[in-house]
């Protein structure tokens, strides 16, 4: 039966994550600073709208340095996290540079360099491509075993009680990832684990956000971009979950609203790298043509924050 009015669930944490936060105003605080243009390396992180408003501002997107046509200026690097040849190649080309690395891509960063001191082979979970696993990967000098399923742990070249270590992508599918370890640890009988879990405090409580409310949901909305980890995963959930349909809403200017008729009870989110201001728009929309009641959930209030560089400071 349908009602009048479509229950709009929103999840909550949603949006911007720590990580993504300073990202992002490292490259506005570079402009103001130092003026445009200011080049980014990379989108800065997986979000058109973000991506948009900083070109406006005057940054300039590029995917490798040596597209950089004026070398006095500065250039960041995205919260993803780079290989060490790329700020190897900026120093050689005498650049000014930032890292905007999320300090929980660091961390990572950081455990393989140390599991490669103690010579072992290391596992990585995650996604072929993704710019974060790539910069993972580009930490140390010895291959890194990537598998993004747990078959793939059927191919390794590694003995069932040679010691291992392992790391995953910090956003993943925690279920997914949960699983996979099991797999590890059940093929291998000496395994390192990372001290802390790799999957970020914000793809967890995203996660879990949705988890509570997919259930209720005839469809489940996820604002976000299609090269975005986090925003894919989220959709997986929401169906996993119990949402009958779940989706990923990259323009909303073109999203056909008539989606909504017959709908009694719609779940809202966004991902870790899209903005409140995308979901307050939204919602905007949705009520032009039809009533709606919203309810708002929190199921984890958020503190986190993680301070921008020193040099990139504009007010002390
Ligand atoms: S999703 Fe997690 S790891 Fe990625 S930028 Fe945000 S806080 Fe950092």
Redesign the pocket.
Known sequence: MTSDVINIYLAGPRGF????ER?VLMVEEAIKKYGGPIYVRHEI?HNKYVVEDLKVKGAVFIDELEEIEDRTRPVIFS?HGVPKSVPKEAKNLNLLFFDAT????SKIHREVENFERLHVPIILVGHRNHPEVIGTMGQIQTPIYLIEKEEDLNNLPIKRDQKIAYVTQ??LSVDDTESIIQSIKKKFTNVIEPRKNDI????SNRQNAIKKIASRCDLFIVIGSHNSS?SLRLVEVAKQYGAKESILIENLEIFNLSKFKNLNNVGLTAS?SAPEILVQNFIQIIQKKYKINLHESDFAPEN?NFKIPQQLKTVI
């Open positions: 994550c720590a990580g993504v990202a992180v919260a999320c300090p929980l891509v910090t956003t970020c405090y914000a793809t986090n870790a986190v």
